[in-house]
């Protein structure tokens, strides 16, 4: 290993721009981890499951020494790894390159991916998830991403660490997304709140004082960063995680209401036809999800 650190060739709130939009596009999760296996980029589009199993200790120990692992042995062999994670979701690394010195990895997928052993590097040591009934029920919702999706997927992040290995990340950003990455980096505490408690009732003048910063200057950053409010932006992250939990069909939509904060599951309702268009019972139906 060596001694030149990430955040010299890829600066970290840039980099975190960039996976941002990657994940989305591409509905993966990813981060990146340094050459010792700290996570510097923390989740992007983290995974429902994921964050749930890693609110228990244990779980959250297993999942940060495998994401280790992973990186590690992409290191060793110079190579993008495939494997299952403990509870059989599909994971990668890439290693992360630059002139030729490994600088860390990214790594990511925690995807429900039915394909053949062969494609696999290695499999995790399988926990039962009759064990976790809660993530059990999570898993079962998730929809199966295609074998030649993932690896597809793969290939986007494959190019982007190929840049970086010959040019970093210094001449591929614009100044404008340099204002961007310091917006994002002052929200960053109001957004991970978000994150962990969209359920919850959410006042702007905490999440201001979370960033140090006033409520009209919070509310007036937020949307030139995000591009959109901060009650829509929590409407929209709340109809995400309903979406997911409506792929189990045997979920009731009371309990789906009331998992993503609201009491009145009529009110839920109103709100998840002005998002999608449909109702949550419509949605749920759909031949689309069978």
Do not use: W
Request: proline letters at 3%.
């Amino acid at each position: 290993m060596n001694d030149v650190k990430i955040s010299k060739i890829a600066p970290l709130d840039k980099l975190k721009i960039i996976l941002d939009s990657i994940a989305k596009a591409t509905g993966m999760n990813l981060c990146v981890l340094d050459t010792v296996g700290n996570v510097v980029v923390y989740p992007c589009n983290d995974a429902l499951f994921c964050k749930t199993a890693r609110l228990d200790p244990e779980l959250r120990k297993k999942c940060l020494t495998a994401a280790a692992h992973s990186a590690f042995e992409s290191a060793r062999s110079k190579n993008t790894l495939v494997y299952k994670c403990f509870f059989g979701l599909t994971d990668f690394s890439v290693p992360l390159y630059y002139k030729g010195e490994y600088i860390g990895a990214i790594c990511g997928g925690s995807a429900r991916c039915d394909m053949d052993k062969s494609r696999y590097d290695y499999q995790q040591p399988l926990l039962q998830l009759d064990d976790y009934p809660s993530l059990k029920k999570i898993y079962e919702g998730m929809s199966d991403v295609g074998e030649e999706r993932f690896f597809s997927m793969i290939k986007v992040v494959e190019n982007l660490v190929d840049y970086i290995n010959h040019h970093g990340l210094m001449s591929t950003i614009k100044q404008v997304d340099a204002k961007k990455a310091t917006g994002l980096n002052k929200l960053q505490p109001a957004l991970q709140y978000i994150e962990n408690n969209y359920k919850e009732n959410i006042r702007i003048a905490d999440l201001a004082a979370m960033c140090y910063i006033n409520e009209t200057y919070f509310s007036r950053l937020f949307s030139t960063i995000v591009g959109s409010t901060v009650s829509q932006f929590i409407l929209e992250k709340r109809i995400i995680k309903a979406k997911e939990l409506l792929r189990n069909k045997g979920m009731k939509i009371q309990a789906v209401a009331e998992e993503v904060g609201y009491d009145d599951p009529a009110y839920f309702v109103r709100k998840f036809k002005q998002v999608t268009g449909v109702t949550p019972s419509a949605y749920q139906s759909s031949t689309e999800y069978k």
